[in-house]
């Protein structure tokens, strides 16, 4: 991370070779100054509550959920659609800047006071206290992950996170897709700013990187793991979750090809999870 003398923000850094760079801890570094303050013009909040409708609520609310562990919340978006839809929420993630950034906005949207717990998925169970209903990873976080060790010990510190009927909902781009070059465009449901471009720049087995261009001229970048579809699922079986169901764009049999993935993970047990 490096910081601008003249404007005094920190600004990413990739080293020399940012093709390289491909350790989950980077994130930390990617995700600092105007990358966060320019955040919300990518997401655009009311386009994708728009597109998302009540998905995610009405899930919830079909499995009993009361409270919720928000463990990739970014700028908040989705903490604060789940407080107002009524649901106990809890907000953490990896980046203070990013908490500070959510903190702000569930204050001015709405006058919602947030939460927040500065929290590594890796460790979260020392980070946060109690059980919760349902975990949500959500926004393509989990792709910040870069080692099979790393995806497993966070899937299973959401695990433990939850009560013994909870729920875990995880998303992630399309990357069967993207790697197979069938895909890459923006998606129509997540990255909702109109004067936003969100590209790859380049894509291999073990990485994605993105580009993002915004109508300032400004211009950042993200490395992220392209997690295939039925990896993650077979992640998400491994740590002991018994039913998975995945939509495509929200969708639960989607006609085209879609541009992201949602699991919707059950811990209760059950004889015959596939029946």
Same mark, same amino acid.
């Given at each position: ?65 009361? &409270? ?26 990896g980046s203070p800047q990013m908490l500070a950034k959510a903190f702000r906005n569930g204050m ?17 169970n020392r980070d946060v206290h109690g059980e919760f209903d349902a975990v949500i990873c959500l ?5 910040? *992950?870069? &080692? ?39 998606? &129509? ?17 073990? *990485? ?9 001229? &400004? ?7 392209? *997690? ?33 993935y949602i699991h919707v993970a059950e811990k209760t047990y059950v004889e015959d999870p596939d029946?």
């Amino acid at each position: 991370m490096t910081e601008n003398v003249l404007t005094g923000i920190r600004e990413q850094f990739f080293g020399d070779d940012p093709l390289e760079v491909r350790e989950t801890d980077h994130y930390t570094q990617e995700y600092v100054g105007g990358m966060v303050d320019k955040w919300d013009d990518l997401i655009d909040w009311e386009r994708r509550a728009a597109g998302e409708g009540r998905f995610f609520v009405d899930q919830l609310k079909a499995r009993g959920v009361r &409270s919720v562990l928000d463990v990739a919340t970014g700028t908040g978006f989705h903490s604060v659609q789940l407080i107002e839809a009524g649901f106990e929420t809890v907000s953490a993630d990896g980046s203070p800047q990013m908490l500070a950034k959510a903190f702000r906005n569930g204050m001015d949207n709405g006058g919602h006071l947030l939460r927040v717990v500065n929290a590594d998925w890796r460790w979260l169970n020392r980070d946060v206290h109690g059980e919760f209903d349902a975990v949500i990873c959500l926004g393509n976080s989990f792709t910040h *992950l870069f &080692s099979e060790h790393d995806r497993r010990k966070a899937l299973a510190e959401f695990y433990a996170m939850l009560k013994h009927d909870g729920v875990l909902i995880i998303d992630q781009r399309n990357y069967d897709a993207l790697l197979d070059g069938k895909a890459g465009g923006k998606s &129509s449901y997540y990255y909702c700013g109109t004067e936003v471009e969100a590209v790859p720049d380049h894509v291999d087995d073990g *990485l994605a990187r993105y580009r993002y261009e915004f109508p300032d001229g &400004s211009e950042y970048h993200l490395n992220m793991y392209p *997690l295939r579809r039925d990896y993650l699922r077979g992640l998400l079986r491994d740590v002991g979750f018994q039913r998975i169901d995945t939509f495509g764009d929200f969708q639960e049999h989607p006609v085209d090809e879609p541009d992201f993935y949602i699991h919707v993970a059950e811990k209760t047990y059950v004889e015959d999870p596939d029946a």
